[in-house]
Protein backbone atom coordinates (compact mmCIF):
# COMPACT_ATOMS: atom_id res chain seq x y z
CA UNK A 1 0.00 0.00 0.00
CA UNK A 2 0.82 3.59 -0.77
CA UNK A 3 2.25 5.79 2.49
CA UNK A 4 3.18 8.74 2.65
CA UNK A 5 4.50 10.18 5.90
CA UNK A 6 5.39 14.04 6.79
CA UNK A 7 8.00 14.87 9.54
CA UNK A 8 9.36 17.55 10.41
CA UNK A 9 6.73 20.49 11.19
CA UNK A 10 6.90 22.35 14.72
CA UNK A 11 6.63 25.90 16.01
CA UNK A 12 8.86 28.48 15.17
CA UNK A 13 9.57 31.99 15.24
CA UNK A 14 9.53 34.63 12.20
CA UNK A 15 12.57 34.87 10.63
CA UNK A 16 13.25 30.84 11.46
CA UNK A 17 13.78 27.52 9.62
CA UNK A 18 12.47 24.76 8.95
CA UNK A 19 13.39 21.25 7.04
CA UNK A 20 10.19 19.37 6.42
CA UNK A 21 10.41 15.37 5.01
CA UNK A 22 7.98 13.12 3.47
CA UNK A 23 8.95 9.62 3.10
CA UNK A 24 7.05 7.22 0.10
CA UNK A 25 6.88 3.91 0.28
CA UNK A 26 4.48 1.36 -2.26
CA UNK A 27 5.47 3.96 -4.82
CA UNK A 28 8.04 3.93 -7.59
CA UNK A 29 10.06 7.03 -5.91
CA UNK A 30 11.87 7.87 -8.88
CA UNK A 31 9.19 7.45 -11.36
CA UNK A 32 6.68 10.22 -9.51
CA UNK A 33 6.60 13.57 -9.36
CA UNK A 34 6.31 14.84 -5.55
CA UNK A 35 4.80 18.09 -4.10
CA UNK A 36 4.46 19.73 -1.05
CA UNK A 37 1.13 21.64 -0.35
CA UNK A 38 -0.15 23.98 2.05
CA UNK A 39 -3.89 24.86 3.69
CA UNK A 40 -4.39 27.18 6.39
CA UNK A 41 -7.58 28.05 8.21
CA UNK A 42 -10.40 29.14 6.01
CA UNK A 43 -8.39 28.99 2.83
CA UNK A 44 -7.54 26.94 0.13
CA UNK A 45 -5.19 24.81 -0.34
CA UNK A 46 -2.19 26.04 -2.16
CA UNK A 47 0.68 24.33 -3.94
CA UNK A 48 3.89 25.13 -2.79
CA UNK A 49 6.19 23.38 -4.65
CA UNK A 50 6.68 20.69 -6.63
CA UNK A 51 9.53 18.60 -8.33
CA UNK A 52 9.33 16.80 -11.30
CA UNK A 53 10.87 12.47 -11.78
CA UNK A 54 13.91 14.52 -13.50
CA UNK A 55 14.68 16.95 -10.57
CA UNK A 56 13.43 19.91 -11.89
CA UNK A 57 11.81 22.35 -9.27
CA UNK A 58 9.08 24.60 -9.21
CA UNK A 59 7.74 27.04 -6.47
CA UNK A 60 5.01 29.50 -6.27
CA UNK A 61 5.93 32.64 -5.91
CA UNK A 62 4.92 33.69 -2.43
CA UNK A 63 8.12 31.28 -1.33
CA UNK A 64 10.49 31.87 -4.15
CA UNK A 65 13.67 32.65 -2.45
CA UNK A 66 12.93 31.19 0.78
CA UNK A 67 11.77 27.54 0.19
CA UNK A 68 13.70 24.96 -1.71
CA UNK A 69 11.85 21.60 -2.84
CA UNK A 70 14.20 18.51 -3.40
CA UNK A 71 14.32 15.25 -3.51
CA UNK A 72 16.51 11.69 -2.54
CA UNK A 73 15.33 9.06 -4.94
CA UNK A 74 17.97 6.30 -3.10
CA UNK A 75 16.05 7.15 0.77
CA UNK A 76 12.02 7.91 -1.16
CA UNK A 77 12.23 10.85 0.57
CA UNK A 78 10.98 14.59 -0.50
CA UNK A 79 11.98 17.79 1.33
CA UNK A 80 11.18 21.01 1.79
CA UNK A 81 13.43 23.27 3.65
CA UNK A 82 11.93 26.56 4.21
CA UNK A 83 13.70 29.72 5.14
CA UNK A 84 13.07 33.17 6.50
CA UNK A 85 9.10 32.00 7.66
CA UNK A 86 6.80 34.54 7.97
CA UNK A 87 3.33 33.88 9.98
CA UNK A 88 1.70 33.77 6.55
CA UNK A 89 3.63 30.32 6.23
CA UNK A 90 1.83 29.25 8.68
CA UNK A 91 -0.37 25.71 7.43
CA UNK A 92 -0.90 22.25 7.46
CA UNK A 93 1.66 20.60 4.95
CA UNK A 94 0.78 17.56 3.04
CA UNK A 95 3.14 16.04 0.44
CA UNK A 96 1.72 14.25 -2.55
CA UNK A 97 2.99 12.26 -5.32
CA UNK A 98 2.23 12.76 -9.08
CA UNK A 99 1.74 9.92 -11.81
CA UNK A 100 1.15 11.57 -15.37
CA UNK A 101 -1.01 14.67 -14.54
CA UNK A 102 -3.04 13.54 -11.29
CA UNK A 103 -2.11 13.92 -7.73
CA UNK A 104 -2.93 10.76 -6.32
CA UNK A 105 -1.49 10.19 -3.29
CA UNK A 106 -1.37 12.28 -0.38
CA UNK A 107 0.40 11.96 2.96
CA UNK A 108 -1.16 12.73 6.39
CA UNK A 109 0.12 16.12 7.11
CA UNK A 110 2.32 18.26 9.58
CA UNK A 111 1.28 21.28 11.14
CA UNK A 112 3.78 24.50 11.05
CA UNK A 113 3.26 27.42 13.25
CA UNK A 114 5.10 30.44 12.53
CA UNK A 115 4.76 32.67 15.29
CA UNK A 116 5.65 36.49 14.86
Known amino acids: QVQLVESGGGLVQAGGSLRLSCAAS????????MGWFRQAPGKQRELVAH???????YHTDSVKGRFTISRDNAKNTVYLQMNSLKPEDTAVYTC??????????WGQGTQVTVSS
Open 26 to 33: GIIFSANG
Open 96 to 105: ASREYFLWNN
Open 51 to 57: ITSSGSA
